[in-house]
């Protein structure tokens, strides 16, 4: 499988439709108004801990939903283009 291949190529070839939850469907609107956000301002604009945050992050970069840039000296969160 080569590194082009999209998480729905892979969803698609399981054979398994990806719902996302709601706190999933929350980060991606914020995400969405901002434009871009700190993984700190992220987890208090949704009252999360960051262990919490963290782990809902690395699940929706893994299915191209969001993707970190660096922006100066500052990481930020943004959806994937």
Same mark, same amino acid.
């Given at each position: ?26 980060? +991606?609107?914020?995400? *969405?108004?901002?434009?871009? &956000? ?5 987890? !208090? #604009? /949704?009252? +999360?801990?960051?262990? *919490?945050?963290?782990?809902? &992050? ?5 299915? !191209? #939903? /969001? ?15």
């Amino acid at each position: 499988m080569c590194e082009k291949e999209s998480w729905d190529t892979l969803k698609s070839m399981s054979g398994k439709e990806v719902v996302l939850t709601k706190l999933q469907k929350d980060i +991606l609107a914020v995400l *969405e108004k901002t434009k871009g &956000i700190e993984l700190e301002s992220l987890a !208090e #604009k /949704l009252g +999360l801990q960051l262990s *919490e945050l963290q782990r809902e &992050i690395a699940t929706l970069r893994h299915m !191209e #939903k /969001l993707k970190a840039a660096m922006e100066g000296d500052k990481k930020v969160f943004r959806l994937w283009e």
